[in-house]
């Protein structure tokens, strides 16, 4: 019998009022059911937001070296765990056990990153126009943060929101996807471990059109900040519009890597791959678009094929694996769902395009994976984002022709360029609307300390990562201080 786990509120872990609860599996092994989970409602977010309240008080009022010192703890918690977070998350939510000890590796980068903000939050100090008067400005907290929270790096992003938040002196409620509540509550409990005070960080478990509604409805909540899909993001952030409370969207991405005629195709291959098929095609970052110019097409398609046909599927946990399962069964449809439009669409097939039950695939969600040719900059496959396993492959004539291919989404996330001239890189770092472009290297695997996040529908002009996480946690304060001792008057007094 699988274990029960509970929501943490103001410091307690306690079930869901309604008794109601639900199940995490295990993507590869769908009768392996990892815990039992409270199903949350109105009523428990409503008593989480108010613990998170309450403690903002204090906690804003806590210094923000002492606040970074309990996000050091949990980092050095993280690393002592590490094996054990990634094993979990393997079984949890699929993905090979390198690439979930990657992702645990990059919630110990970010905490500690963001932990050694606490001494520097900086803000500015300026002349001021009048004598005798001191200006500077200087970050304050927002207030209660809704963090709301993917199934595809469920550990990493976490960290995005929550160390931040903290640091910077808000309160949290965290509400993680519903397929990986375990390891988001072995990430709380980190927390609760490193010492942090009970209300600080409330963790409620459940459903987004229940769970998660209700956060984002919740009046006491000051900021929203979410990663997931364009449909709830745009929900989102009209309901948050509402009563013009923050919201910080992370959403999605239709990412290319152009390959252009002079590219080193070795290193082009290995990098396609990577890219589309790393993480089962999860990540918003996936290089879910080959644009490749005619000249070496052909070469770079019979490799990539090839590459791709080799990938081997299977459970996570084993290390010969390469593709793990998708997260669902309603992803597995949706996966195969663009096989048949894309078959519509009039694009070839060249490698998968079905559902895989050999073997031990036939006990978990594995999707073949596939590679769609031919594919033109107007079809749904080109347009769209499928989250799965599944690169389109779009020929082109010239260099320019590839920007203008790479630009025609609606997203603009990650980015990436071969080739060996330098010019044309600058050309490209130039030209490509997107938050991310790599040069000679794939769209996957940003880095904590330089900021993270896309243009048009991937988001809403706020960056995670890198020193701007902080304008989204943050208000900025300006700040006068006259000690003429007397009435000066900006713009007046000259
Ligand atoms: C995501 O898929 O939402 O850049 C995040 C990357 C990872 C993060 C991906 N560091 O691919």
Redesign the pocket.
Known sequence: MAQTYHNFVAGKWVPARSGKTFESINPARKKEVLGIFPCSEAADVAQAVQAARREFRRWRLTPAPRRAEIMFRAAEIMVSRKEELAQIMTREMGKVLKESRGDVQ?GIDMTYFIAGEGRRLYGETTPSELPDKFAMSIRVPVGVVAAIT?W??PL??PTWKIVPALVSGNTVVFKPAEDTPLVATMLVQIFEEAGLPGGVLNLVHGFGEEAGAALVAHPGVDLVSF?GSCEVGQQVAVRCAQDFRRVSL?MGGKNAILIMEDADLDLAVEGAVWGACG?TG?????ASRLIVHKQVAREFTERFVSAVSRLRLGDGMKAETDVGPVINEAQLKRVDSYTQIARQEGASILCGGEVAVEGECAEGFFYKPTVFAQVTPLMRIAREEIFGPCPALLPVGSFEEALEVANSTSYGL?SAIYTRDVNRAFVAIQELAAG?TYVNAS??????HLP?GGICHTGNGHREGGKTVLDIFTEWKAVYVDYSGKLQKAQIDR
């Open positions: 990059e993917p595809n790096f990493a992003i990663t992370e993480t999860q990540r918003c970052t996936a990650s991310i769209t996957i695997g940003a880095e904590v993270f």
